[in-house]
C-alpha cells in the first residue's frame, strides 16, 4: 500500500500564506543505534547487538518528527560529502519530504556521527564530529517565509541582541513566524537567568521540569511554569512520565494534562517529537488541553521504540492507536474510560486521515516496540483487551535503509 499525505493545516492554507510551516537548523548526525545488548562491552571484550538500525539525527529528530505529523518542514544544516552525508540527505529529502533547499554539501568536512548502544532501556552514546564549516546565518541568508520556526536558547548565539544583529530565527520572525524555543542541558551547572531574556522575542517556550526549575530557581515545575508565564506568550514545561503544563496568555487558557502510561525503552528525541505535536497543535489553534494531550500521546508513541528519528510517529501510527483506545474503552475500566475522554477531540481528526498515511519507519530494530506490560495496559498504551498493533501482517510504512 502506497503512503499518503496527510495535511492537518489544509484549512488555514491559502495562496499567499507562507511556503512551509516550519523551519529549522542545527547540526544533522548520522545515528547507528545497536539495541539488545545483554551489558554494555567490558574492555578487550566483544559483544553482540540483535539489533541495529542507522537513520539521520541532531536536529534530524525534530525535522522528520514535524514532517511526519504533515507541517511543511524545511531543514538549513551542513552535510559532508562522504557517503554518511549523502545518506542522510537522502532519506531526509526523499524518504521524509524534508526541504533541504536551504542546507548545503561541504567537500572533504566528515559528518558527525553518533553511535547509540541501548542496554536495559537506557542508553549510551558515542559522537565525533567536527565544528560546522559555516555559520547557520551565514547559509541560511534570507529563510524561506514560515509559520513557525524552532529553536535551541543558548548564550553563545543569543535571540535579541543588543547591536541590532540578527540571526536566522529572529529574520524569521520578522517575516511573521512565530518562535518557539527549547533550551539545551548545561554541563557547567550555572544556569544563567539571562538565557531566559531571549524569550522576549519568542512565542513559546518548551523545557522540561528540571530545566525551568534551573533557570527560574523555582522549587517546583508549577512554580517555574509561572515564572516562565511572565516572561514568553505560551509557557509549557514538560514532566516526564507525570506529564505537561502549559500557560496560553494569548488565549487565556491554563491546562495540565497527564501522560499516556507506557513502558518506555528509549526516551530519544522524545521531547522532538512532544514540540512537534505542540507546534502542530498551536498553529491548528487546538484549544490548550489539546495541544497538550496530542503532543504527549506522540512523545508515548516514540518512547517505545528504539532509535530517535526512526520512532517519530506518523498520522497512521496515531490513527492506529485511536481505534485501538476506543474500542477497548468500554471494557477497559477507569483508565480507559479516561483515557477516551481526554482524546476525544482526536474524533474529529483520524476519520480524515487516509488509509495509507504515513507510520513511523520500519527498521531492524521495529521488532522491538510493543513489548511488556504496564499497569493492565500493553505498550501501545492501548488497554490490554485491545487487539495488538502488530497483527495487520503488511501494515503501510515508509522505506527504511536497513543494516
Known sequence: MSVQAYDPLAGERTPEGPQFDVFLAGTVFLDIIFTGLPAMPAAGTEIWAEGMGSCPGGIANLAIATSRLGLRTSLAAAFGDDDYGDFCWRTLEEQESVDLSRSRRFEHWHSPVTVSMAVN?????????HPA??????????????RAVIVTLSPE????????????????????????????????????????????????????AIEAMAYTGAETPRDALYALADKVPLAVVTDGANGAMAIDSTTGEEAFVPAPRVTALDPTGAGD?????????TLSRWPLADRLAFAGVCAALAVQQFGGSLAAPGWGDIADWWHEVRAAADRSGAYGSSLA??????????????VGAVRRAAATIARYADVGMDGGMNTSMAPSSAPPRHEDPDPPRRPVQKE
Not at 482524546?343 to 487516509?354: E, G, K, Q, S
Open 121 to 129: 532501556r537506557d542508553r549510551s552514546m558515542v559522537t565525533h564530529g
Open 133 to 146: 564549516p559555516m555559520p547557520a546565518s551565514e547559509m541560511i541568508g534570507t529563510p524561506p517565509r514560515s
Open 157 to 208: 548565539e543569543p535571540l535579541g541582541s543588543p547591536g541590532g544583529s540578527c540571526n536566522w530565527a529572529e529574520l524569521a520572525h520578522r517575516d511573521g513566524a512565530l518562535i518557539f524555543a527549547d533550551v539545551g542541558w548545561d554541563p557547567s551547572g550555572a544556569w544563567p537567568g539571562s538565557v531566559l531574556d531571549q524569550l522576549a522575542v519568542c512565542h513559546a517556550f518548551m523545557p522540561n
Open 273 to 281: 517529537v512532544f514540540g512537534a505535536g505542540f507546534v502542530l497543535g
Open 341 to 354: 475522554r481526554r482524546y476525544a477531540f482526536l474524533d474529529r481528526l483520524v476519520p480524515a486521515v487516509p
